[in-house]
């Protein structure tokens, strides 16, 4: 059964700083790896994912996958006070249906 | 644009009575319907994927028993018994396999026993 972990379990960055946050996950045949967010009483909401080993930007934000480390990551440059939330990586061994999702790193970006 | 339509958002339910929960989706393009449910711990975990109409399917968790029905092409139903511990559900949609991967969620049921 995939297991999905996350570290840290809390952070709090200066506005303007990099945020950085890890996934680890456990089964090698994943094949959809993905980042959503969580604002205090709100849905999750799907930020950016990925596929293939590499890098990929999107504004502010850039996710890494390292299959053979079984690890990906969430980077976020830049960060402001509405960054502030809890993030939840989330892996698949099929896209889209039945994701597997991480306790959660809860982000507190302070002005 | 609200893809999905849950109801109801909040119910308090007796020790040892269900409850009925509905999701529509607004936008036949995500047809993929699915239930998660997220504890009291912010833990999210997946119960249900059902695509077609007329497929259900039943599970038993720690603090709850489930049971989801896909109704019509637009309509997803959740009944929620045995529940032990407050929770939250939520109906996702997504295209998976057509080119957009993303798993767009509804506004969440949130459960508490009373």
């Known amino acids: 059964q995939q297991k999905v972990q996350q570290s840290p379990e809390s952070l709090i960055v200066p506005e303007g700083a990099m945020t950085s946050l890890n996934c680890t996950f456990s089964d090698s045949a994943s094949q959809y790896f993905a980042w959503y967010r969580q604002h205090s009483g709100k849905a999750p909401k799907a930020l950016m994912s990925i596929f293939s080993n590499g890098e990929k930007e999107e504004g502010r934000f850039t996710i890494h996958l390292n299959k053979a480390s079984l690890h990906f990551s969430l980077h976020i440059r830049d960060s402001q006070p509405s960054d502030s939330a809890l993030y939840l990586c989330?892996?698949?061994?099929?896209?889209?249906?039945?994701?597997?999702f991480g306790i959660g790193t809860r982000v507190l970006v302070r002005p | 644009v609200t893809l999905l339509e849950q109801n109801p958002r909040w119910r308090l339910v007796p020790r040892g009575q269900a409850v009925n929960l509905r999701c529509i989706l607004k936008n036949s393009q995500y047809p993929w319907m699915s239930w998660y449910q997220q504890d009291l711990q912010k833990q999210l975990q997946w119960l249900f994927t059902l695509r077609s109409p007329g497929d259900k399917e039943v599970k038993s968790l720690p603090g709850a028993d489930y049971l989801a029905t896909r109704v019509t092409d637009t309509e997803l139903r959740l009944q929620v018994a045995n529940m032990s511990q407050g929770r939250t559900l939520y109906c996702t949609c997504?295209?998976?396999?057509?080119?957009?991967?993303?798993?767009?969620f509804g506004h969440g049921t949130k459960l508490s026993v009373l």
């Open positions: 997504s295209a998976a396999g057509q080119g957009d991967e993303r798993l767009f």
């Open positions: 989330a892996v698949s061994i099929s896209a889209g249906n039945k994701l597997t």
